[in-house]
């Protein structure tokens, strides 16, 4: 699983408690949670699965294979997601990306068994797309990131973010017609 600082983790777990209480799983939506601490910017992505590759149940052919394997080889490259100002000075040091199958009982598996999901137009199943990204900035008085996400998955509408920065926590919902997520 991630790992994470831990002034940084229970921020993370903060937001996502939060953005949990707002919205279960809905297609169309993503979730970003950030957290900028010292010289250190933690971002976390979760999508449900449909909103990127066009389906939820285990794939079953050839493409459907290939279509999750290129979502994480995207998820795994936060510069073709994410634009963060280069005089912030950040590199990458840490990333992770996988998939995750929740059955109809809201038990996640993260290694996407045969019995995942039987029935893909029952809705007993819900699979999503999770990435962590671990950055070390020079400079983190960063005050926008621009997303990248509606160009590569045109099915993701809208994106809620919960932020938490030197300057204090906001969040809110970020569409295609302004990309941008905004740290003032």
């Not at 912030?88 to 840490?94: D, H, I, Q, S």
């Not at 598996?109 to 990435?131: R, T």
């Amino acid at each position: 699983m991630f790992k994470r600082s831990s002034l940084i983790s229970l921020a993370i777990i903060c937001s996502t408690a939060a953005i949990a209480q707002q919205s279960a799983h809905v297609h169309g939506f993503a979730s970003i949670n950030l957290a900028i601490d010292d010289e250190e910017l933690e971002i976390e992505f979760v999508s449900p699965a449909e909103s990127i590759v066009g389906f939820e149940y285990e794939p079953s052919n050839a493409a459907e294979r290939k279509a999750v394997a290129d979502a994480i080889a995207l998820l795994r490259d936060p510069a073709k997601l994410f634009v963060l100002p280069a005089s912030a000075g950040c590199e990458l040091n840490e990333v992770e990306a996988e998939q995750h199958a929740e059955d109809e009982h809201g038990e996640h598996d993260e290694h996407d068994d045969e019995h995942a999901h039987e029935d893909s137009d029952a809705g007993e199943s819900h699979s999503e797309f999770h990435a962590h990204y671990h950055f070390e900035c020079k400079n983190t008085a960063i005050e926008t990131i621009d997303l990248r996400l509606f160009e590569t998955w045109p099915r993701i509408a809208e994106v809620r973010v919960q932020a938490l920065t030197p300057r204090g926590q906001t969040g809110g919902n970020i569409d295609a017609s302004d990309p941008v997520i905004r740290l003032q």
